[in-house]
């Protein structure tokens, strides 16, 4: 089928697609931190979720949201483009979690069309848990329209780099670090685990996923801005802008960019050398 005969569906904005209940158990959570090179016990140990761990009882959900308005066809193109927490309450073990997921909005352009979905994640009592925006991209279709609206912003004004960075992390990506991360998430996602089909995608190779680097920066966040505690980060979000490959190393720079009585935020950003790989980074922790 050609580019010309494939279509967004307008349709499928606001169309909740619903989960499974997603039973949390200690194994998964300490598969999960094992498979991000999580050094904090609590996580290693099973006895509380990582922050990013809340993508995986979302993942099915979520990608049903994305294929109500994007062709299936489209799917060798699509990229993780942003991802934004807004964490009410830790996962732990022997949470039973539903999710519900909506696209909320695409826009076309040359370059491709990125679309957001929005999902929400509740416990078996009703209690919100976390609520997500997760925002796809289609490298090279073009949609032609805007439909929707897309997710909040999380940029920051670039002159908060002149000030020096209140914390720096280098980390190492393994080489079997997708082989790890997939199955520990729950993403099957081929460019991550086949070198030729991510080459036929227009790929380098095999590339990171991209929430699995948005978990070593949010491990980052909490070892080096919030003791550790991840009961204190109230909200994280990232632009991914470059993949990340296996094998390589990556420096996270946070600097503070406001504080009030509450919660202290941080932009951030992400670099492999001299390239950035995220950027428009967030981190909110309570005081």
Not at 38 to 54: L, S, Y
Not at 111 to 133: F, I, K, M, P
Not at 250 to 270: H, L, N, V
Request: overall charge negative.
């Amino acid at each position: 089928m050609s580019d010309g005969e494939l279509r967004f569906n307008p349709d499928g904005v606001g169309a909740w697609q619903e989960a499974e209940p997603f039973e949390v158990t200690t194994e998964r959570i300490g598969e999960y931190a094992a498979a991000t090179n999580d050094p904090i016990e609590a996580h290693r140990a099973g006895n509380v979720a990582p922050p990013v761990f809340a993508v995986v009882p979302v993942f099915t959900a979520m990608a049903g949201a994305a294929l109500a308005v994007a062709p299936a066809e489209l799917l060798p193109r699509l990229l993780h483009g942003e991802q934004d927490f807004h964490f009410h309450r830790q996962i732990g073990p022997g949470d039973v979690l539903s999710t519900r997921c909506k696209a909320i909005g695409y826009e076309g352009k040359t370059s491709g069309t990125r679309g957001t979905v929005y999902a929400e994640c509740r416990d078996a009592s009703g209690e919100l848990v976390n609520e997500q925006y997760v925002t796809f991209f289609f490298r090279g279709f073009d949609a032609g329209e805007k439909v929707g609206e897309l997710g909040p912003a999380h940029g920051f004004d670039s002159s908060s780099q002149s000030d020096a960075a209140v914390a720096k992390v280098v980390q190492h990506v393994d080489d079997d670090q997708t082989f790890r991360y997939g199955p520990a998430a729950g993403d099957p996602m081929p460019i991550h685990l086949d070198e030729d089909f991510a080459k036929a995608a227009g790929l380098p190779g095999i590339i990171a996923h991209g929430l699995c680097t948005m978990a070593f920066t949010s491990w980052a966040a909490l070892t080096e801005l919030a003791d550790g505690d991840g009961r204190r980060l109230r909200r994280l979000a990232v632009r991914f802008s470059k993949p990340v490959l296996p094998g390589q190393d990556i420096e996270t720079s946070f600097w503070r960019t406001a504080t009030d009585s509450d919660t202290t935020t941080y932009a951030y950003e992400t670099r492999v050398g001299p390239d950035l790989v995220i950027r428009d980074g967030l981190a909110q922790i309570s005081n």
